[in-house]
């Protein structure tokens, strides 16, 4: 599956940003999907994970209540709506999958994703 990751942008402490990120060439619901972002001189992190069904969401302790990770099977896409927005989410934001066997399993290990997307950049900043 190719991944396009979009909707990055400069947006100001407080502020709201929606990240989309649109598959192609494989079976969509078959994929569990994840959102990871690399801040400047750090490593990459988890910030949310979606189950094959949409029913299941994980996230990362430093975006829950303030981020919402969703998916529409019928679209290809998965989206990561960022509300409350921090300098220090400051980051490139990438959007990645894996063949999942469970409908409701979720992976926070980016060792376990082998698609990924190009990233977008999200700059929180006044």
């Known amino acids: 599956v190719q991944l396009q990751a979009s909707g990055g942008g400069l947006v100001q402490p407080g502020g709201s940003l929606r990240l989309s990120c649109a598959a192609s060439?494989?079976?969509?619901?078959?994929?569990?999907l994840g959102w990871f972002r690399q801040a400047p001189g750090k490593e990459r992190e988890f910030v949310a994970a979606?189950?094959?069904?949409?029913?299941?969401?994980e996230y990362a302790d430093f975006v829950k209540g303030r981020f919402t990770i969703s998916r529409d099977n019928y679209k290809n896409m998965v989206s990561l709506q960022m509300n409350s927005l921090k300098p220090e989410d400051t980051a490139v934001y990438y959007c990645?999958?894996?063949?999942?066997?469970?409908?409701?399993?979720?992976?926070?290990?980016?060792?376990?994703?082998?698609?990924w997307g190009q990233g977008t950049q999200v700059t929180v900043s006044s």
């Open positions: 990645a999958a894996r063949l999942s066997g469970s409908p409701l399993y979720t992976e926070d290990k980016m060792q376990q994703y082998p698609n």
């Open positions: 060439g494989g079976t969509f619901n078959s994929y569990g």
């Open positions: 979606i189950s094959r069904s949409g029913g299941v969401k």
